[in-house]
């Protein structure tokens, strides 16, 4: 009983840790963006847009090119040990960057932050392991602990836009605000410690081992390597498909919303909440999404997509305040069960080993890399028409979510004529082997009849850098 207790305490604490560092990186990488203008203007007395506009460019090409090469990492190390050498590598970075002489060094030492603070987002696939580990009592199990797990990561992601939104206006508040910077050092140092004594001294996760397969039962023919391959490459891609399209369609219509709801006399303040609205309004859905899920599956996610695009729609087509208000608030309804549905189908795709989850992520930060170039492109036709292309984009993938590739033991799957005869004799399912995992019972209905099979296993976050 102690040995339990001991180590459902070191879950929680391992959770808690890791949930923050999420945290971190959330508000990490976006407190100061809004801000960079007048940040320039107090450091270096640089007023250009451009430079501005520079600055998150590079930062965010090197994030895309480091993000892989800390999958390549994780194939060799825990994951755990490199979020550890992130935070501590953050820390050295953060503290030189409130001491940097010139935007030259800001720049460059922001991208060394940028490709290290990448580690971070290692966090993500070891927190949903993490939960992935209370599911004990079977696959089901296991999908409602990790769906618990991306709740959080939801909650934590909608939190942090407004946390960070404080931060950043608080650092510029400063007398100083190279000081502000370089605090930043200082939340690394203590998450950097709270990662070793918790987890950093742990060795990495076992595979799980293989099915006994008993001697007097024979075995089926192996699948070939090749076709499994492809069958695996097919469903990553599917979900960094998917993920892209979410991703793009959420943020190309963030860049120009404000200047869109003054036009329908929103005001600043008013355009602020109206910013924030489907923030709340995902955060008021999230207690439903576990009862959603239940009931709906797979289904889930093109119908959360389905209704965000209904409410992009009802945005662009809005010509006063009360129906912007709508349309923010089915969005956000559509935002909030949408995020969840989608990293719960990335991370059936890519576990949590790291190499899957960091390919698919660098895929979608290429919508994200691309979302600001759309907006920029569609808002010289109207104001609206962002809000039309991320509807557009959206609808697209309700369609591309009820097309799902096969599975990934597809190939030569059919059962050895011997497996459905002892499938049948031993009370399984038949075309199945004995011992083989049990299945739902006649008539009741699948737990998840996804195309994609499971494995071990910010909200995938807005990719802004300082």
């Known amino acids: 009983m102690r040995t339990a207790d001991s180590r459902g305490s070191r879950g929680s604490r391992a959770k808690a840790v890791l949930l923050s560092v999420v945290g971190l990186h959330l508000v990490a990488e976006t407190a100061l963006t809004p801000f960079l203008p007048q940040l320039f203007e107090r450091l270096y007395g640089i007023d250009d847009a451009e430079a501005t506009g520079l600055y998150l460019w590079v930062c965010r090409v090197v994030g895309l090119a480091a993000l892989p090469l800390w999958g390549l990492a994780a194939r060799r190390w825990p994951l755990h040990r490199l979020v550890l050498a992130g935070l501590c590598g953050s820390a050295v970075l953060d503290l030189m960057l409130g001491m940097a002489p010139s935007y030259a060094a800001y720049t460059v030492l922001s991208m060394l932050i940028v490709a290290t603070n990448c580690a971070l987002l290692l966090a ?45 206006a608080g650092v510029l508040a400063l007398p100083e605000p190279r000081l502000g910077i370089s605090a930043f050092a200082v939340v690394d140092v203590v998450l950097a410690v709270l990662t070793y004594r918790v987890l950093g001294r742990e060795p990495a996760a076992p595979a799980a081992p293989p099915v006994p397969v008993p001697d007097s039962v024979p075995t089926a023919a192996p699948v070939p390597a090749v076709p499994r391959r492809r069958a695996r490459l097919a469903a990553l891609g599917y979900a960094a498909l998917i993920g892209l399209a979410f ?43 576990r009862r959603c899920h239940a009931a709906l599956g797979d289904r889930l996610l093109p119908l959360a997509m389905a209704v965000g695009a209904a409410g992009l ?8 305040l009360p129906g912007l208000v709508g349309g923010r608030l089915l969005f956000g309804v559509g935002l ?131």
């Open 313 to 320: 729609g009802w945005q662009a087509m809005a010509d006063s």
């Open 336 to 466: 909030g069960l949408g995020q969840v549905s989608v990293e719960l189908w990335m991370f059936r795709a890519t576990g949590t080993g790291g190499p899957g989850y960091t390919a698919v992520e660098t895929a979608r930060s290429v919508g994200l890399l691309a979302a600001p170039i759309a907006a920029t492109a569609a808002v010289s036709h109207d104001l609206a028409f962002p809000l039309v292309v991320a509807a557009a984009i959206q609808a697209g993938a309700v369609a591309l979510t009820l097309r799902r590739p096969a599975r990934a033991s597809a190939p030569d799957a059919t059962p050895a004529p011997e497996f459905a005869a002892a499938g049948s004799a031993a009370g399984g399912r038949p075309g199945e082997p004995p011992w083989a995992p049990p299945g739902p019972a006649a008539g009741a209905r699948p737990q998840e009849p996804s195309g994609i099979a499971l494995t071990t296993v910010p909200p995938h976050s807005e990719e802004k850098n300082r």
């Open 247 to 289: 991703d793009f369609s959420v943020n190309v219509a963030r860049p120009f919303f404000t200047e869109f709801s003054d036009a329908l006399g929103g005001g600043q303040a008013g355009s602020a909440v109206l910013f924030f609205l489907p923030s709340v309004a995902a955060l008021a859905v999230l207690p439903a999404v």
């Open 124 to 168: 993500y696939p070891a927190f949903i392991a993490e939960h992935g580990d209370d599911g004990e009592g079977g696959e089901g199990a296991a999908e409602r602990a990790r769906l618990a797990g991306l709740c959080s990561i939801v909650v934590v992601f909608h939190l942090s836009v407004v946390v960070a939104t404080v931060v950043g």
